[in-house]
């Protein structure tokens, strides 16, 4: 079986700390997965770089920085924000001649070109902005409650919706890889009729699936959508 690194892209707002439910609970099912989770620029670790407001030089950036990691087998797994991240590297890397993702996941986000409730906030109002995170459950009570906490996640939001709103898609040839596409049952940004058609971007469309839970589909990850996840990892390592 070959080791197949499971790339995964956070949310507008999140960080290194989105996936480690997920992490626990691939390693407790026994699933192979070499996971690593990217982090944007201007959080955690990397707190003192620039961050990113528009999507084509996010894509250039991560796509240069994760050059060597994707050389080798890899899935790609986009959550929210992410999945926009996800698949226009593999679209970037492809356009380059360069290796392409044994497959790509996409969780929590509408397909290219339909609009979700995000698209045209007004991101300068800041009470906007955390209002409509609050309505979502996009802010914990913890960071609520702390205005010195506040005051430094949201302008990291706000870019990170920045890119969000600065995507278009073009007319690109779909994948050639399998795109697994993943919602929460309960989630009001992303509902299953606005996945539907992701299935016009690859070759090897898969049925969009749904898991219980909200937007916030890797808080506490369903054991459906974790072993979902470790039968993909597992297939595309034994080229099944």
Do not use: K, N
């Not at 590297?89 to 044994?102: D, F, H, K, T, V």
Request: hydrophobic residues 40%; aromatic residues 6%.
């Amino acid at each position: 079986m070959s080791r197949i690194e499971l790339v995964c892209f956070h949310h507008a707002g999140g960080g290194a700390a989105t996936f480690h439910p997920l992490r626990r609970a691939l390693v407790a099912v026994g699933a192979e997965a070499a996971l690593t989770t990217v982090t944007l620029p201007g959080r955690d670790s990397r707190f003192g770089e620039p961050r990113y407001a528009d999507a084509d030089a996010c894509v250039r950036g991560i796509a240069d920085e994760l050059e060597d990691v994707l050389s080798g087998p890899h899935v790609l797994l986009g959550y929210s924000m992410g999945a926009i991240l996800a698949y226009s590297i593999s679209r970037q890397r492809l356009s380059r001649g360069l290796r392409a993702p044994e497959a790509v996941i996409v969780a929590a986000y509408s397909a290219p070109g339909v609009s979700g409730p995000m698209d045209d906030l007004d991101l300068d109002d800041d009470d906007a902005l955390i209002g409509e995170l609050v309505r979502h459950g996009g802010i914990p009570d913890e960071i609520l409650s702390r205005r010195e906490w506040l005051e430094l996640l949201i302008p990291i939001v706000r870019d990170d919706l920045r890119i969000c709103q600065s995507y278009h898609p073009a007319a690109d040839p779909p994948l050639p890889c399998p795109l697994y596409v993943f919602g929460g049952l309960d989630d009001p940004l992303a509902p299953p009729e606005t996945l539907a058609g992701w299935s016009a971007h690859s070759l090897q469309p898969q049925p969009v699936r749904m898991f219980a839970g909200d937007h916030f589909l890797f808080r506490e990850p369903d054991p459906e959508l974790v072993r979902e996840i470790a039968r993909i990892v597992e297939s595309v390592g034994t080229g099944e």
